[in-house]
């Protein structure tokens, strides 16, 4: 069953973290660091000592180390911004999918420091890196081909490129010149 057709559980919410923790055998303090707070307050929310979060962007970031849907907390607020489609997210995640991962095994093969990054590009928070060098050690951890990798560069050096005002159909010459010579450089071949 897809994740967007799993039936909402009327559990509290505190109680849904606590067991997905155990379950996952994932310590407090790698969750705290995954959804960015602290952790006194992973322990304050498992514990009921405060309320749980109704934070839109804690929820979220939850709810995508769970792998679940932020709306499965009754503590979520639906966002008014609609939330945009993303090709190379949607790409990000059927590759973790196809390697058998779960968002926390995903996330477990990078430094502590870069997990929350990661969970807010799984969220769709935050665009997927440009930077070729983070890009290579996403492809490293879901096992991309060399050509897989420079085809997710280029997309979202093309996205960059547009959103920065760079018209690709007028400029096609001298874009693909561009992509021919960083392919060149990369050595990543047809």
């Known amino acids: 069953m897809s994740m967007k057709n799993k039936p909402i559980v009327n559990e509290k919410s505190s109680q849904k973290v606590a067991k997905f923790l155990e379950k996952n055998n994932l310590h407090k303090k790698d969750f705290a660091q995954m ?44 966002p008014q911004d609609p939330v945009l489609y993303d090709d190379n997210l949607e790409f990000l995640k059927d590759a973790i999918k196809h390697n058998n991962l779960t968002t926390v095994e995903f996330l477990k093969k990078f430094e502590r420091k870069k997990r929350l990054h990661l969970v807010d590009i799984l969220r769709g928070a935050k665009p997927l890196y440009i930077d070729f060098n983070e890009l290579k050690t996403i492809s490293d951890a879901l096992n991309l081909s060399d050509e897989e990798l420079y085809e997710l560069w280029q997309r979202r050096m093309s996205e960059f490129l547009g959103d920065g005002g760079f018209n690709l159909e007028k400029n096609r010459e001298l874009a693909q010149a561009m992509f021919d010579g960083a392919k060149k450089y990369l050595k990543t071949g047809n």
């Open 35 to 78: 959804i960015g707070v602290t952790l006194s307050y992973v322990y304050n929310l498992i514990d009921e000592t405060i309320p749980f979060s109704s934070r839109a962007t804690t929820l979220e970031r939850i709810a995508t180390v769970m792998d679940i849907r932020p709306e499965e907390f009754i503590e979520y607020q639906i």
